[in-house]
């Protein structure tokens, strides 16, 4: 079946610090994948995604390039600011046969200290 | 800014009591679903629709929780009679079909 495997948390990190969050996958097919982020008190809102082999996701300084060759999908972000503390999901969808699910990871809480 | 709302916000009821969460999705969106998010469990798919008819609900617990869609506009999750291990934030996201989902804020369930 799909699964998405990601880095264990919670990671902390010094504000300005570089950031790599790994995630990667299992997938009968070729999936899109997404991060995904969860602020405090918040829902899971999109951060980005790529939907082919080589695309490069990015959005809010954050970037992701879809590797099918190791199917990764890892999220990095050259410099954090304490503003980016969250829980990230990486995830992927296959659509085959009409499926809408996502298939989740099970989170990385990052918190950035000052 | 189109966005998915859920209420209520916060609910607190007694073991026993009916649970009613409703969802209204992005006007336009064809798919809803449902999860519940814990710390013991992480994020779980409870139900999903699509053009208001249910195409999965294999991560519910059918004896005691049902979702509906009465209308294009309004989402519902039930559940009859309510337990303590039910406490968790319930989720409504939206989307077009094979495309992103949009998640509402949550409804924070506790029952004592």
């Known amino acids: 079946g799909n699964s998405v495997t990601q880095m264990e948390g919670p990671v902390t990190l010094s504000e300005e610090a570089f950031l790599t969050i790994n995630c990667t996958y299992t997938?009968?097919?070729?999936?899109?994948l997404f991060w995904y982020v969860q602020y405090p008190g918040e829902g899971l809102q999109l951060l980005l995604k790529?939907?082919?082999?080589?695309d490069k996701g990015s959005n809010k300084g954050f970037e992701a390039t879809y590797r099918k060759e190791t199917t990764s999908f890892h999220l990095e972000k050259g410099s954090v600011q304490v503003s980016d503390s969250a829980v990230y999901f990486c995830?992927?969808?296959?659509?085959?046969?009409?499926?809408?699910?996502?298939?989740f990871g099970t989170g990385t809480r990052l918190t950035i200290i000052p | 800014d189109a966005r998915v709302t859920q209420t209520p916000r916060d609910k607190v009821t007694e073991m026993g009591q009916e649970v009613t969460m409703r969802c209204q999705p992005i006007?336009?969106?064809?798919?809803v679903f449902w999860y519940r998010q814990t710390m013991m469990q992480g994020l779980e798919l409870l139900a999903y629709?699509?053009?208001?008819?249910?195409?999965?609900d294999s991560g519910m617990p059918k004896d005691r929780f049902s979702a509906e869609m009465p209308d294009a506009t309004l989402a519902t999750l039930k559940i009859q009679p309510s337990e303590p291990r039910d406490s968790a934030v319930y989720f409504c996201?939206?989307?077009?079909?094979?495309?992103?989902?949009?998640f509402g804020p949550g409804t924070r369930l506790t029952v004592l």
């Open positions: 996201a939206s989307g077009l079909s094979g495309d992103t989902q949009y």
């Open positions: 997938a009968t097919g070729y999936p899109s």
């Open positions: 790529a939907t082919k082999a080589d």
């Open positions: 995830a992927l969808h296959l659509s085959n046969f009409g499926n809408e699910k996502l298939t």
């Open positions: 006007l336009g969106h064809n798919t």
């Open positions: 629709f699509r053009n208001r008819a249910p195409l999965d």
